[in-house]
T-cell receptor, first 115, second 110 residues
Framework: SQTIHQWPATLVQPVGSPLSLECTVE??????LYWYRQAAGRGLQLLFY??????ISSEVPQNLSASRPQDRQFILSSKKLLLSDSGFYLC??????????????FGDGTRLSIL | DAKTTQPPSMDCAEGRAANLPCNHS???????VYWYRQIHSQGPQYIIH???NNETNEMASLIITEDRKSSTLILPHATLRDTAVYYC???????????FGAGTRLTVKP
């Protein structure tokens, strides 16, 4: 069966510091991969998605970037964190080639606090 | 994607069926209905999805009205571990954005 791993589970970082969050998927090949952010008491906001190695699409302009160095690895990064980057970051995957209705499956997230 | 409307909260007695409603009156013909739930401090968990036929899996049943303007998620025998926020999402095929709204906070009581 497929599993998705995110780490770390929680992170406290000072303003201006760099960030690297990692997500890996097991048990599937060529998945679509996604990064979302959930602010406190609000819905999910899609940040990036990827349909293959090196292919990244950004949904909103921001202080963050994403990379996909391997088929089942998705990384969220920042060179300098802002206070507004605080939130709950979720990685998700879905079947890469499908009829378009396949659901996304989420990891357990990273809770990021910026001080 | 069509907008969905869900009650903000519901209670259910342990062992009874939990019926969670969702209105999506502006749904278009090719949009699917998805249900997820999110237990505090965890990522959303996929439950079930469908287009127009009723669907059932090991977790729940999804009932979609004939006009597709509303649906109901049924948890047949709710347990305390089913306490969570339940989200109804309507999405066109190949849309990358799962748009979660406010959802329904279901509390299962002993």
């Amino acid at each position: 069966s497929q599993t998705i791993h995110q780490w770390p589970a929680t992170l406290v970082q000072p303003v201006g510091s760099p960030l690297s969050l990692e997500c890996t998927v097991e048990g599937t090949s060529n998945p679509n991969l996604y990064w979302y952010r959930q602010a406190a008491g609000r819905g999910l906001q899609l940040l990036f998605y990827s349909v293959g190695i090196g292919q990244i699409s950004s949904e909103v302009p921001q202080n963050l970037s994403a990379s996909r160095p391997q088929d089942r690895q998705f990384i969220l990064s920042s060179k300098k964190l802002l206070l507004s980057d605080s939130g709950f970051y979720l990685c998700a995957w879905s079947v890469g080639v499908d009829r378009g209705d396949q659901p996304q499956h989420f990891g357990d997230g990273t809770r990021l606090s910026i001080l | 994607d069509a907008k969905t409307t869900q009650p903000p909260s519901m209670d259910c007695a342990e062992g009874r069926a939990a019926n969670l409603p969702c209105n999506h009156s502006t749904i278009s013909g090719n949009e699917y209905v998805y249900w997820y739930r999110q237990i505090h401090s965890q990522g959303p968990q996929y439950i079930i999805h469908g287009l127009k036929n009723n669907e059932t899996n090991e977790m729940a049943s999804l009932i979609i009205t004939e006009d597709r303007k509303s649906s109901t998620l049924i948890l047949p025998h709710a347990t305390l571990r089913d306490t969570a926020v339940y989200y109804c999402i309507v999405r066109v095929p190949y849309n990358n954005d799962m748009r979660f709204g406010a959802g329904t906070r279901l509390t299962v009581k002993p």
